[in-house]
């Protein structure tokens, strides 16, 4: 079984449209995030979730909002998308202690046109 | 301001040689965690080091982390063709997986048979 599963692997869509990606994993983990991989490889942190705190990187948009329907459960909500939102969206878990070792999703690159 | 500097950036050499790939920072940390990502895949942890001095391996791979817990390296011995990858190496501000990770940029890594 998938660790942390994500859906769809690809997704192009066009601007101005909006667009969520899904993720859920299967590991009881009570920590949960989101992560950018831009077209240089570098990642970076979007946001992190657990059952009781929500933590946003403030360099994100606030066109991009994570909603979790339960704690398995963390999907990612684009508004109005631009063609600087090209890349390729990470989701991962942890247990969040002692260290946010992660366990990442295969990615889903969205494409913008 | 790049906390993490992953040097080299790119490496490509041949199926057998040895190679080290670093991780450096002025900063100091409490761990350090490695991830390798090969092409269409989330990244996966190889390894966390905590302790300054702190020596791990991992079949052909070793991780050293600094004593005044600042940089760390990672060596690869009789490299293969499977060990091709990006190499990150990742902290957190604070313990407990509320801040997620940190990257650095990663070093490409190609063994060429």
């Known amino acids: 079984d998938t660790a942390v599963s994500q859906t769809p692997k690809y997704l192009v869509t066009q601007m101005g449209n909006d667009k969520s990606i899904k993720c859920e994993q299967n590991?009881?983990?009570?920590?949960m995030y989101w992560y950018k991989q831009d077209s240089k490889k570098f990642l970076k942190i979007m946001f992190s979730?657990?059952?009781?705190?929500?933590?946003i990187n403030e360099t994100v948009p606030n066109r991009f909002s994570p909603k979790s329907p339960d704690k398995a459960h963390l999907n990612l909500h684009i508004n109005s998308l631009e063609l600087g939102d090209s890349a390729v969206y990470f989701c991962a878990s942890s247990t969040g202690w002692p260290s946010a070792e992660a366990f990442f999703g295969q990615g889903t690159r969205l494409t913008v046109v | 301001t790049q906390l993490l500097e992953q040097s080299p950036q790119f490496l490509s050499i041949q199926e057998g040689e040895n190679l080290t790939v670093y991780c450096n920072s002025s900063s100091v940390f409490s761990s350090l965690q490695w991830y390798r990502q090969e092409p269409g895949e989330g990244p996966v942890l190889l390894v966390t080091v905590v302790t300054g001095g702190e020596v791990k391996k991992l079949k052909r791979l070793t991780f050293q982390f600094g004593d005044a817990r600042k940089d760390s390296s990672l060596h690869i011995t009789a490299a293969q063709p499977g060990d091709t990858g990006l190499y990150l190496c990742?902290?957190?501000?604070?313990?407990?997986?509320?801040?997620?990770?940190?990257f650095g940029k990663g070093t490409h890594l190609i063994i060429q048979p």
């Open positions: 990742a902290f957190e501000y604070s313990g407990g997986g509320a801040d997620g990770l940190t």
């Open positions: 590991l009881g983990h009570d920590t």
């Open positions: 979730y657990n059952n009781k705190e929500l933590i």
